[in-house]
């Protein structure tokens, strides 16, 4: 049933893994084995231990890569785990390029932990090519991006990046975790390997921690299956099998949550209280046009900026309906925190010269009615108001 013809959609429900071979159940067998036996004295099978090859995550790692268009997938215990393990590539003295606004876990794993192993360092605005080119010095490994990034949704494009990476001989990383290979396939753009928080918008329903990766060289494809199966952060079978489901319904869940992010983000831009929108859907917006070319819609995640700590804290006391939480990418809606979330391991200096400011709301739009989505923010929005009279009729 493997046909890559079909539409995104349809290889989601019917390729070659969605009917078992042996038994014609249409949901993935789980080999809860540690270890497996070997038939033949002289010749052993294809598995011999689970942390270096188990059938349930295979299939998941199949999955993935067909659906990135790479070769090999990799699935891990998070996606800090496929990330740092990704990262072990490099070498005592090799030089990265990161993204400034980067996952807050990837800037502590690049700032506090491989500075001590002698890997270095630059964070710069990806978005800006001239500073790539710039940036890049004659021990440059490899240039990390997320697009649009996290927080403030920011747009690098990616087919120069990875172009200005090969000129220099230098590997790119993508963390695709904010779209998906619904929306966008880095692999395509020239990207070498593409990093996935499975925690997020691929699982989807906030019940599993996991993580992936996939390339398409099959050189690097084998180096960093020997950094998995030696570093050894392997995603259990069980969450394997939660991802695998979860990816079922990718398609339907990220369409209906963009519709909903794009009609709230419109809304958004008409509130006075909102002092600005990052959303890649509106009209305008800055590298709308790169996003539009290397990607299929604009997400399912915004951000918005209020006036300061305290409107924040109005505005989340009064909403219902979002959990108000880290992560993103489920079927509920999300509401972080930026500044005390996903950016707390930020120094507040380093934070809010990247823009991490501290009226930033994060949103990752779920599956609720995006009229009651909208009504609950209203609410939120009408008790700041309520308060700021207050306080003006304090001061008269
Ligand atoms: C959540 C997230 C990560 C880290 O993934 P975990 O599964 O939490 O380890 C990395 N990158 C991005 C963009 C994320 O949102």
Wanted: aromatic share 8%; net charge negative; proline share 3%.
């Amino acid at each position: 049933m493997s046909n890559n013809n079909f539409e995104f959609g349809t290889r989601l429900i019917h390729n070659e893994h969605s009917v078992d071979k042996d038994s014609g159940a249409v949901s993935v067998p789980i080999n809860h084995t540690s270890t497996f036996h070997q038939f033949d004295f002289d010749s052993f099978g294809k598995y011999d231990y689970a942390r270096s090859g188990n059938p349930t995550r295979e299939i998941l790692e199949d999955t993935i890569a067909h659906l990135e268009g790479g070769t090999r997938g990799f699935a891990f215990a998070s996606g800090m785990a496929a990330i740092s393990t990704a990262f072990l590539l490099l070498s005592k003295e090799d030089h990265v390029l990161i993204c400034e606004d980067v996952y807050g876990g990837t800037f502590r794993l690049v700032s506090q932990v491989l500075h001590r192993f002698g890997i270095e360092h630059s964070f710069i605005d990806t978005t800006d090519l001239n500073k790539v080119k710039e940036s890049i010095k004659e021990n440059t490994k490899m240039i990390y991006v997320e697009t649009p990034s996290n927080p403030l949704l920011k747009i690098t494009d990616l087919k120069e990046v990875c172009r200005i990476a090969k000129e220099n001989g230098c590997l790119t990383f993508v963390d695709n975790t904010f779209l998906t290979p619904a929306l966008q396939r880095p692999l395509e753009l020239g990207a070498d390997i593409v990093l996935h928080s499975a925690t997020k918008f691929l699982s989807g329903h906030s019940d599993v921690v996991a993580g992936l990766a996939v390339v398409k060289d099959e050189k690097l494809g084998e180096q960093l299956g020997f950094l998995q199966n030696t570093f050894g952060a392997v995603l259990g079978v069980q969450d394997c099998w939660l991802v695998l489901r979860g990816l079922k319904t990718l398609q339907v869940r990220l369409k209906q949550s963009q519709a909903s992010a794009q009609k709230i983000a419109e809304y958004l831009e008409t509130v006075p209280e909102v002092n600005h929108v990052y959303y890649p859907g509106l009209k305008n917006y800055a590298g709308g046009d790169i996003h539009f070319k290397q990607s299929d819609g604009p997400g399912a995640v915004l951000s918005f900026r209020l006036d300061n700590a305290d409107t924040v804290r109005t505005f989340v006391d009064q909403l219902k309906i979002p959990v108000f939480a880290v992560s993103l990418g489920a079927v509920e809606s999300i509401l972080s925190y930026p500044a005390k979330m996903s950016h707390a391991a930020m120094p507040k200096e380093e934070r809010e010269s990247r823009g991490i400011h501290d009226g930033l709301l994060r949103l990752s739009v779920g599956l609720e009615s995006v009229e009651d989505l909208i009504e609950d923010f209203e609410n939120g929005f009408e008790k700041i108001r309520l308060k700021n009279k207050k306080k003006e009729k304090q001061f008269n």
